[in-house]
DNA sequence: CAGATCATATTGGATGTCCGATATATATAA
DNA sequence: TTATATATATCGGACATCCAATATGATCTG
């Protein structure tokens, strides 16, 4: 059991599930997305962490994205937006009660 | 990304999390555990899922048990309720927000 | 134009998670 | 006693997750 042998509480499987949250907040690019999830787990994700995941949200239609340069602004596809609030129901009524 | 394609949001990786949160309720069997996992999270989870996982926790020590017959009843140990506290702080400020 | 830096991207692999199938033990029913 | 149901337990393996290392491309500075 992983999260508590001394790395407790990973987000795993629910990568892509914060970063459509982050997103619904405010566009970012990836180093954006990175720090802020390294501000909640205490650890910043790797670009072999998040690259990925971005990839796979961005194909499953999830995401708009924006190139500027070198960098990639994503935010909220309609089809993401969506997703996002029914992940939030089901989030929500599986750990309902546990944030307090 | 599993947790959006058509089986959104499962716990992977914090099951042993959600038992102990669980047993803080209210002490349970295996069974009962399950029961109530299937209510949250709207599948039961399998025998091979539910009891490695009780295994674990009791192999760490955070589990308190009582047999009657062919029951266990398990319950938080004083680690076991230490290694929520921690836990739910943790998840707490990795999910803020979320939750509304 | 090099050289440095930053954002993005890929890939290989170690590890973890969870399920299906199966087995054991206890209790209940016929 | 035989059959059935329930609770617990284990094992093998499919699949997912995530990281480290590495590579690509853009921007900036000297």
Redesign the pocket.
Known sequence: ???FGGECC????L?GFLILFLLSKKPM???EIANELAKRRG?K?????I?????SLKDLGFLSEEKE????TYGLSPKGEKALEIAKKRFTRTFLGIIT
């Open positions: 059991m992983r999260e990973d987000m795993r499987g990568l690019h990836g180093q650890e994700p790797s670009p072999g962490t690259y990925p995941a971005l990839k340069g070198k960098t990639i």
